[in-house]
């Protein structure tokens, strides 16, 4: 659901009203964990280049920090997110480039929370209630703690069921931005256990971040997410 929601063909506009717009960040929720103001104003994905970036993205513009020394205030840092980069990447530039988003963008969080919170709230409940047992509908703020669940089980793995390369909470704690000197990570982001993903993680540690990345190109991408096939000649 979340994989399919960034690349429907929307109207010319893209983000012609509200409903359009917070489908997308919906999806981008969902694919990257990142929180709905990080997607809707406050935050920026791009490219990560070289090796690990495969399923991986740099993601800027960490909320709830308070600007505090010792947390991911202004820093980037790669973050796994759950489909190909390209994917993400052009989902955030639509939204971003389109009117109604640049509209949203311009929010103060609170005004964002007032005007589209319930709009947001009423998408997450509809596309991904039912794939959740034990709780009668999805909420925001469940999509953060479900793609910290995947990504622990999908890339922080070394191959064999059960095991982590890196400790679950220090794993988290480093996806979700929350800093080397932030604590534990919250229980509320273990309140899912999944048991349906693949028995054969990638193994593959989140790459090291050496310098800030340009912004990715995004010619040559479809209207659908792929890339571009180009003709051959004859």
Not at 54 to 83: N, S
Request: a positive charge.
């Amino acid at each position: 659901t979340a994989y399919e929601i960034p690349k429907r063909d929307w109207s010319s506009d893209v983000c012609s009203s509200d409903l359009d717009a917070v489908r997308i960040i919906a999806g981008l929720l969902a694919l990257t964990g990142r929180r709905p103001i990080e997607v809707a104003s406050a935050g920026m994905i791009t490219e990560l280049t070289g090796e690990g970036g495969d399923y991986c993205v740099v993601f800027e513009g960490q909320a709830k920090t308070k600007r505090r020394e010792g947390t991911m205030y202004g820093t980037p840092f790669p973050i796994p997110i759950l489909c190909a980069p390209h994917v993400a990447l052009e989902a955030w530039e639509r939204l971003r480039k389109s009117l109604r988003g640049q509209e949203i963008a311009a929010m103060e969080p609170r005004v964002f929370n007032s005007r589209l919170g319930s709009t947001l709230s009423y998408i997450v409940g509809s596309e991904f209630s039912s794939y959740l047992f034990g709780r009668e509908k999805a909420q925001p703020k469940d999509l953060r703690s479900i793609y910290a669940e995947i990504c622990n089980q999908v890339y922080n793995g070394d191959g064999l069921i059960g095991r982590r390369i890196m400790d679950n909470g220090l794993y988290y704690t480093r996806i979700l931005g929350h800093g080397p000197h932030s604590g534990q990570i919250s229980d509320a982001y273990k309140t899912f256990v999944l048991d349906d993903l693949p028995a054969t993680p990638d193994p593959r540690p989140l790459p090291t971040l050496t310098k800030r990345p340009k912004p990715p190109p995004m010619k040559g991408l479809s209207t659908l997410g792929l890339p571009a096939k180009r003709e051959k000649k004859k």
